[in-house]
C-alpha cells in the first residue's frame, strides 16, 4: 500500500514538474532583419544567392518596391562590384623649432560601381511594419538556381549561335555593298 501510495505520489510530481516546464524565449530584441539575415545565411550555406532589402516610406507600397530594390542591388553586387578609393595625406610644419605647428589632412573617397543583368530574382519573403505612419519594408530576394539555369539553357548556346550567323550575314551584306559601291564609282570614272 505504502508502495502504491509512493509511486502515485511520484507519478503525481513528475506530473506537475512536467508542467513547470518554461518555454524557449524567444529573443525579443531579434529584428526582422536579422530574422532575414539568418534566412540568407542558410541560403548561402545550400549554395544558394540571396539578400535582404530595406525600404522606409509613408507609401506602404513604396516601401515594398524601394526593400526589393535594394535587395536586388545587393544580389548585383555579390554577383560583380567594381570599386574605386582615392586617399590622400597631407603633412605640414609651419614656422621653426619649438614654435612650429603641425597641421595634417587626410581624406579618403570611395565608389562603387555594379553592372549586373540578373535573371531570377524572386522575393522569398515579405514583411513590413508601421509605426508613426513610417512603413519599413523587409525583403528576402533569392535569386532562384532553376530559372537562371533555364535561362542560360535557353539563351547560351542557342542565342549565341544565332547572333553569330546574324553578325554574319550583316558583314557579309556590308561587304557585298562596298564591292557595289566601288564597282559603281570605277563604272562612272
Do not use: W
Not at 106 to 130: D, H, W
Amino acid at each position: 500500500m505504502k508502495r502504491t501510495a509512493f509511486t502515485l505520489l511520484a507519478l503525481t510530481a513528475c506530473i506537475g514538474f512536467s508542467g513547470c516546464k518554461s518555454k524557449p524565449k524567444m529573443e525579443s530584441d531579434k529584428t526582422m532583419f536579422d530574422y532575414m539575415q539568418e534566412e540568407v545565411a542558410k541560403i548561402s550555406e545550400k549554395g544558394g544567392m540571396a539578400s535582404v532589402g530595406l525600404g522606409e516610406s509613408r507609401n506602404t507600397q513604396m516601401a515594398i518596391t524601394k526593400a526589393k530594390l535594394e535587395a536586388r542591388k545587393n544580389l548585383a553586387q555579390l554577383v560583380s562590384v567594381k570599386i574605386e578609393n582615392l586617399e590622400k595625406a597631407f603633412n605640414e610644419e609651419v614656422g621653426e623649432a619649438k614654435g612650429s605647428e603641425m597641421n595634417e589632412v587626410f581624406s579618403s573617397a570611395t565608389k562603387q560601381i555594379t553592372s549586373q543583368t540578373l535573371n531570377g530574382t524572386v522575393p522569398k519573403m515579405q514583411k513590413y511594419e508601421t509605426n508613426d505612419g513610417i512603413t519599413t519594408a523587409y525583403v528576402l530576394m533569392v535569386l532562384d538556381p532553376s530559372i537562371v539555369d533555364e535561362s542560360l539553357k535557353n539563351n547560351s548556346a542557342k542565342h549565341l549561335y544565332e547572333r553569330f550567323r546574324a553578325s554574319k550575314a550583316f558583314d557579309e551584306l556590308d561587304k557585298e555593298i562596298k564591292e557595289y559601291e566601288a564597282a559603281q564609282k570605277e563604272g562612272a570614272m
